[in-house]
């Protein structure tokens, strides 16, 4: 199974811009301004069990494919954010296995496995309570989404900090803050 990577925001120039994707983004883009929000993305994005996309995931995914840094994206960069967001939604329904439109701890620990990450299953618990602020014992699309983005940045810094690929990093106080914050959304 193919799972989306942090290689996010790459568009590719003078492609297309698929026609249907123009006229979502120009329904999302209420103020006609040629940019979109997080804000006005979160209006339009349904999390699957009856809400929008968190204010969390919807600044993270503008924040990824924003090039200009100005917290907005335009129509091409639009469109690569919706190809990633359904990307993300088939590894999701992949795990899904009762359809419910969330995922629960069974369900999160086979996709981290299947992605190569090996954690406990009390981590995996942790990681259901931290992205689950109603108590569901579960997570929806958007918390899924931002959890994984988070696990691959963490990966990533850790990685590099792992030259002899031991598994274990020695950090000091200032870098493990420089990680964190540039890890968080």
């Known amino acids: 199974m193919a799972y989306p990577n942090t290689m996010y925001g790459s568009t590719v120039a003078g492609s297309e811009i698929n026609p249907d994707i123009q006229r979502w983004f120009s329904t999302v883009d209420k103020d006609g301004s040629g940019r979109i929000t997080a804000t006005e993305l979160q209006a339009v994005l349904a999390n699957g069990q009856g809400g929008h996309f ?13 090039k200009e840094k100005n917290g907005t994206i335009n129509v091409s960069e639009f469109q690569a954010l919706f190809n990633y967001v359904n990307a993300w939604l088939g590894v999701f329904r ?28 009390e981590f995996i618990q942790f990681l259901i309570k931290k992205s689950d602020l109603q108590g569901h ?6 918390q899924f989404i931002v959890l994984c983005v988070q696990i691959q940045r963490f990966t990533e810094a850790f990685r590099l900090r792992d030259a002899d690929q031991s598994g274990t990093i020695t950090i000091g106080f200032e870098d493990f803050l420089g990680v964190a914050l540039n890890c968080s959304i």
């Open 54 to 66: 968190s204010d969390t995931a919807c600044k993270l995914m503008i924040g990824m494919f924003d």
């Open 94 to 121: 992949g795990f899904d296995h009762d359809n419910s439109g969330s995922i629960q701890e069974n369900e999160l620990s086979a996709a981290l496995t299947q992605m190569g990450y090996r954690l406990s299953a």
């Open 137 to 142: 014992r579960s997570i929806t699309i958007d």
